[in-house]
Structures are given as C-alpha cells and as structure tokens.
C-alpha cells in the first residue's frame, strides 16, 4: 500500500467495506470475506499466495463439508468457514458447558468394517438403542450435546450452496459447530446428521480420510450388522430385483433412512460374513429417489409456511435442536451491540435476514 501510495480510506471505498475493517485485516484482527480478499487482491496487485501466509496455528478451525453431489470444495469455500471459525470463537465462551472437562472422542478412529460395528454398538448401548432398532432424531441430538457440538440449522435452500452440511471444530475451546441445511429430504438430513457425529467423535481426521470415515459411520450407526443381517435373511428368500428393491425400501421407511444406505449396508455384511449377496446394485438410486418424493423436507415440516419468519425459525432451532446456538448469539448481540453483518457471515445469510434475526435477538 505505501509502495502505491494507497491508505486505508481508500482501499475501503473501492472494495465497499468500512475503515475500521480493512484496519482490522491489516492488523490480524479479521480477515476478509472470499470475495472481498479478491478485491483486495486485485487492487494490491497481489496473488493470494502473496497476500495470505498460510496459517502453521494448532489453534486455527478445522474444517469438513458435507458437499452436494459433484461439487468441488474451492479455496475460497475453506477460507470462508474458516473465517465462520474465528468469528464462532466469539460465542464459544458463552455456551453452556463444561469449561473443565473435555468432550469425549474415539482413540483411534479407522473405516474398519469390525471396528465400526464396535463404535455403533458402544454408542446404541449408551443411549439405550438396541442393534436392531432405529436411531431416532431425538437420539442423534442429545450425542451432539454430550460431546460439547452446537447444531446450527440453517436455510440454505436446495441449490444455493456448495455444501449440505459444515462442520467447523474449534481447538482452543473444543468445541465443534454443525451446520446442517433444514431445506433437505428428511432421510438425507438424518444421515447427515449422523455424519457430522462421526466427524465429532474423530475431529483430528481431516480431508478425505474424515469425510470416509464419517459416512461410515453414519452407515454403521442407522444400519448396524444385526440389521443388516435380519434384511439379509429376508431378502434371501425374495427372488426377482423389483420385488427385493420394494423390500428394501419397506426396510427404509422402518428405519427412517433412505434405500442407498441399507443396500450398502447389506453389500458390505455379504462381503465381511462370505455370504451370497442380496443387494440390488445401482438400480438402488432411481429407486431411493423416487423413494423420497414421498417425503417432505425438514424446513416443510418444521414451518407450515415457507420462508419462516425470524421469530419462528430461531424457535425452531432451540425446540427442535436443543442448540445453545441462538442463546449464546443473543448474549453476544445484547453485550456487543454487534451489526447484522457479523450474523450474515456467521449463517451465510442474506443481509435482510441477518438483520431480522438480529432484531429478534435484541
């Protein structure tokens, strides 16, 4: 900037940020929304791998996303639920848990196919769920609050997004955000949901090797071996794809999962147990996704009238989720008088939103 001669009066008119925020960059205080970053970038005429060092810091967000379909995570994905991150720590210090005790993890998280039968059946024994009964939503939600995570459900709608779900850990509190997309298919949402506990129960798993590990978890906890060899009894005397494909989605809906889960579920016992197979193969997705057209999303079940207003939605989230989440920012809002821009970025909402919520909190 002093080789260009340019202040920070500025570089914040032209990127359409106050001073105060481009001080607050320049002195490490904050950093900027990806696209901000970019215009900053652009008028310094500097790359990003010269004007951002990448962070050595053991305390810096750990971050994972649930991505939808074929979509790529870009830099500027991590970057924005990083900066989520350090702005998150704000709330950490105002939720209600233990400051004394740390939250349990598993020691040494693996895909093992035995191994994760021997998770699924610790967790099913200490919420009292036998192996051949479905988890319920209920269940899901009271291990989040165990292990010191905060449910963040948002409206992102079905398209808008890069990811259905965001996963955020922070090291120096130990605490973990969920964000979780209410604008899904039920069955998806409750398999999401037991993704990102996955990812709670092994936060040093980073990449591909913790989102693997996530979905298996989340398999193995709804749809464990005991299940998955009932189905396979079952199926064993069914003969004919279409009539099987109906029993499995029969199995489903007992469940409140989707169809994919327990095929692949009976794919894998058949491999582990050396035992004919049974599953339907790929003709398993038209199937799962004519299977839940039959079901509303959450937000369709939650709220008799789309969009909610604030009031509803932030009582959704503390009925529905038991999340502190909206405790915790209302503290935050009522003692900082903090702008609708800090829940913007927080939420990944519209500003207008943002600042509905922000009233609602005051």
Same mark, same amino acid.
């Given at each position: 900037?002093?080789?260009?001669?340019?202040?920070?009066?500025?570089?914040?008119?032209?990127?359409?940020?106050?001073? &105060?925020?481009?001080?607050?960059?320049?002195?490490?205080?904050? @950093?900027?929304?990806?696209?901000?970053?970019?215009?900053?970038?652009?008028?310094?005429?500097?790359?990003?791998?010269?004007?951002?060092?990448?962070?050595?810091?053991?305390?810096?967000?750990?971050?994972?996303?649930?991505?939808?379909?074929?979509?790529?995570?870009?830099?500027?994905?991590?970057?924005?639920?990083?900066?989520?991150?350090?702005?998150?720590?704000?709330?950490?210090? +105002?939720?209600? @848990?233990?400051?004394?005790? +740390?939250?349990?993890?598993?020691?040494?998280?693996?895909?093992?196919?035995?191994?994760?039968?021997?998770?699924?059946?610790?967790?099913?024994?200490?919420? !009292?769920?036998?192996?051949?009964?479905?988890?319920?939503?209920?269940?899901?939600?009271?291990?989040?609050?165990?292990? /010191?995570?905060?449910?963040?459900?948002?409206?992102?709608?079905?398209?808008?997004?890069?990811? #259905?779900?965001?996963?955020? /850990?922070?090291?120096?509190?130990?605490?973990?955000?969920?964000?979780?997309?209410?604008?899904?298919?039920? /069955?998806?949402?409750?398999?999401?949901?037991?993704?990102?506990?996955?990812?709670?129960? &092994?936060?040093?798993?980073?990449?591909? &090797?913790?989102?693997?590990?996530?979905?298996?978890?989340?398999?193995?906890?709804? @749809?464990?071996?005991?299940?998955?060899?009932?189905?396979?009894?079952? +199926?064993?005397?069914?003969?004919?794809?279409?009539?099987?494909? #109906? *029993?499995?989605?029969?199995?489903? *809906?007992?469940?409140?999962?989707?169809?994919?889960? $327990? #095929?692949?579920?009976?794919?894998?016992?058949?491999?582990?147990?050396?035992?004919?197979?049974?599953?339907?193969?790929?003709?398993?997705?038209? &199937?799962?996704?004519?299977? !839940?057209?039959? @079901?509303?999303? $959450?937000?369709?079940?939650?709220?008799?009238?789309?969009?909610?207003?604030?009031?509803?939605?932030?009582?959704?989230?503390?009925? #529905?989720?038991?999340?502190?989440?909206?405790?915790?920012?209302?503290?935050?809002?009522?003692?900082?008088? $903090?702008?609708?821009?800090?829940?913007?970025?927080?939420?990944?909402?519209?500003?207008?939103?943002?600042?509905?919520?922000?009233?609602?909190?005051?």
């Amino acid at each position: 900037m002093q080789e260009q001669g340019l202040n920070q009066a500025w570089i914040a008119k032209e990127i359409g940020v106050t001073r &105060a925020a481009v001080t607050k960059w320049l002195n490490l205080e904050d @950093f900027p929304r990806p696209d901000k970053l970019l215009k900053l970038g652009i008028l310094l005429k500097l790359s990003f791998k010269q004007l951002v060092k990448e962070s050595d810091d053991p305390m810096e967000p750990v971050v994972a996303f649930r991505r939808k379909g074929g979509r790529k995570t870009t830099q500027d994905h991590l970057e924005r639920a990083k900066h989520m991150g350090m702005l998150l720590r704000h709330l950490a210090a +105002l939720l209600p @848990f233990d400051q004394l005790a +740390l939250p349990a993890t598993l020691r040494n998280p693996k895909c093992s196919y035995r191994y994760l039968q021997q998770v699924a059946e610790k967790i099913r024994h200490e919420i !009292n769920i036998p192996t051949t009964k479905p988890v319920q939503f209920r269940d899901i939600i009271d291990q989040f609050t165990q292990l /010191h995570a905060v449910i963040v459900p948002v409206l992102w709608g079905d398209r808008s997004h890069h990811e #259905n779900a965001l996963h955020i /850990h922070l090291p120096d509190s130990m605490t973990t955000w969920v964000y979780l997309n209410l604008d899904s298919n039920i /069955h998806d949402f409750k398999f999401w949901m037991a993704h990102e506990l996955g990812h709670v129960y &092994a936060p040093a798993l980073c990449g591909d &090797a913790g989102e693997d590990f996530a979905d298996a978890f989340a398999q193995t906890l709804l @749809f464990p071996e005991a299940s998955a060899q009932a189905a396979h009894d079952d +199926l064993s005397n069914i003969r004919g794809k279409g009539a099987r494909i #109906n *029993r499995i989605k029969d199995i489903a *809906r007992e469940y409140g999962i989707s169809p994919t889960t $327990v #095929n692949l579920a009976l794919k894998e016992y058949a491999r582990e147990r050396g035992v004919e197979s049974v599953d339907v193969g790929k003709d398993i997705y038209p &199937a799962s996704m004519n299977f !839940n057209k039959e @079901f509303n999303t $959450v937000s369709g079940l939650l709220f008799p009238q789309m969009p909610p207003s604030a009031k509803q939605y932030i009582s959704a989230c503390r009925e #529905n989720f038991q999340s502190p989440f909206f405790d915790a920012l209302q503290r935050y809002v009522r003692s900082t008088n $903090v702008s609708a821009g800090f829940v913007e970025t927080v939420l990944q909402l519209p500003l207008r939103d943002a600042m509905e919520i922000v009233e609602e909190l005051r």
